[in-house]
T-cell receptor, first 114, second 113 residues
Framework: KAGVTQTPRYLIKTRGQQVTLSCSPISGHRSVSWYQQTPGQGLQFLFEYFSETQRNKGNFPGRFSGRQFSNSRSEMNVSTLELGDSALYLC?????????????FGPGTRLTVL | GQQLNQSPQSMFIQEGEDVSMNCTSSSIFNTWLWYKQDPGEGPVLLIALYKAGELTSNGRLTAQFGITRKDSFLNISASIPSDVGIYFCAGQLPAGNNRKLIWGLGTSLAVNP
């Protein structure tokens, strides 16, 4: 099976711009979770989508949003970028049926905000 | 957000040495997970623990779910250069606290050949 893919791998934006990141989960997986990873804060949970519905949400401002399509692919959008949004954004997929499935991570998208 | 206390923050060891790292929390967890992250990649699951007191091995790796359900440790025996990376613990709170994982800040491991 192909693993979790994320595009693009690297992105450079300027403050005030918006960005959309994409994640394709493992075939058959219906849950997609998004994380922000920074050296000082570790992995911070953004949100989880299951069957096109947001099932869980972390403590991020409304500038961070996401959606999931019927084929389970997911996108994450950040509007009005700030310097502090520079981070590695990781997507993880899992079957989604059990309380805790094993999460399989993609390689991440490295976002740099100038 | 919530975080686990993971220590040590970093380790520099000689090839062949054993390694030990741990995670502690003031909260009780139902599940403990240990991941490894290589540079430029996402975390990869190493070991999952589901019961208090559980001791599980994966090759040279051994992890235990603490009896109090508030801690876990990971041991790596006879380290080799490819063990280099960042090791993360993650815990899941009991049902009713939603599905999200709580993560440690990682232990960065360097191995001197």
């Amino acid at each position: 099976k192909a693993g979790v893919t994320q595009t693009p791998r690297y992105l450079i934006k300027t403050r005030g711009q918006q960005v959309t990141l994409s994640c394709s989960p493992i075939s058959g997986h219906r849950s997609v979770s998004w994380y922000q990873q920074t050296p000082g804060q570790g992995l911070q949970f953004l949100f989880e989508y299951f069957s096109e519905t947001q099932r869980n949400k972390g403590n991020f401002p409304g500038r961070f949003s996401g959606r999931q399509f019927s084929n389970s692919r997911s996108e994450m959008n950040v509007s009005t970028l700030e310097l502090g949004d520079s981070a590695l954004y990781l997507c993880a997929s899992s079957p989604g049926r059990l309380y805790l499935d094993t999460q399989y991570f993609g390689p991440g998208t490295r976002l740099t905000v100038l | 957000g919530q975080q686990l206390n993971q220590s040590p923050q970093s380790m520099f060891i000689q090839e062949g040495e054993d390694v030990s790292m741990n995670c502690t929390s003031s909260s009780i967890f139902n599940t403990w997970l240990w991941y490894k992250q290589d540079p430029g990649e996402g975390p990869v699951l190493l070991i999952a623990l589901y019961k208090a007191g559980e001791l599980t091995s994966n090759g040279r790796l051994t992890a235990q779910f603490g009896i109090t359900r508030k801690d876990s440790f990971l041991n790596i025996s006879a380290s080799i250069p490819s063990d280099v990376g960042i090791y993360f613990c993650a815990g899941q709170l009991p049902a009713g606290n939603n599905r999200k994982l709580i993560w440690g800040l990682g232990t960065s491991l360097a191995v001197n050949p």
